[in-house]
């Protein structure tokens, strides 16, 4: 499950990719996401979408009300988002941002959603991840998190994890309030196993 993982040059793939063929492209609101939403009764708010690839989720949340921003290390991948958005006549803030070296506002989101961001980063990086987006959460703030489970079989891809390794990553920045066993719909099928976590800062 820790075998050491190789990721594409983001940026290059987003310059010569075909967006909506990329395996985790989505047009519609992640479904455990918008359970969650639902759940604990979050309909308005400041959210990040933190790696926000094509830009869907993010344009999803806006078009339901949410205030926007979008943030991916791939410039093409934020312009891309961009135009999209805007051909909608959505307002997002776009911006290109590594998360591990993040330049955005602190305690700025109401929650974050991370869909196949963390689960890409270097084990070594975790930690970091942990406590940049901590501090960018407000108080009592949310992380929605999305990451391949070890259930997931196939060969290649991101970084795999159990209920409990996700637990143990974030336990001393968040309360873990549920790790479920999901899928992670895209282009691929069937769809990859996933889990969903839903994080609140502590
Ligand atoms: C699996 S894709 C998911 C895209 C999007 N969240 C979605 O669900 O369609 C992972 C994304 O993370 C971005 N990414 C990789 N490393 C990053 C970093 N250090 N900071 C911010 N974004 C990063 C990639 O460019 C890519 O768009």
New binding site residues.
């Given amino acids: 499950m820790n075998q050491q993982r190789e990721f594409p040059d983001?940026e290059k793939l987003y310059q010569e990719g075909q967006i909506e063929s990329m395996p985790?492209?989505?047009p519609n609101l992640d479904s455990d996401l918008e359970q969650a939403l639902i759940k604990l009764s979050i309909h308005t708010g400041v959210a990040l979408d933190?790696?926000?690839?094509?830009g869907?989720?993010a344009m999803e949340l806006a078009q339901r009300g949410f205030l926007l921003t979008a943030?991916?290390?791939?410039a093409t991948?934020i312009n891309q988002a961009q135009a999209k958005a805007q051909q909608k006549g959505l307002d997002i803030s776009f911006r290109q941002?590594?998360?591990?070296n993040s330049r955005l506002p602190h305690e700025e989101f109401d929650f974050v959603f991370d869909?196949?961001?963390f689960h890409?980063?270097s084990p070594e990086r975790r930690q970091d991840y942990v406590r940049v987006v901590q501090s960018l959460i407000k108080s009592k703030g949310y992380l929605f998190l999305k990451c391949f489970s070890h259930l997931e079989k196939s060969e290649f891809g991101p970084y795999r994890f159990t209920p409990e390794s996700i637990k143990h990553i974030f336990l001393n920045r968040f309360r873990v309030i549920s790790v479920e066993e999901t899928v992670y719909q895209g282009t691929l099928d069937p769809d990859p196993q996933a889990l969903f976590c839903i994080l609140e800062k502590s």
């Fill in positions: 983001w985790w492209f989505n933190l790696g926000t690839g094509p869907t989720q943030t991916d290390i791939s991948a941002d590594d998360i591990l869909r196949g961001c890409i980063l």
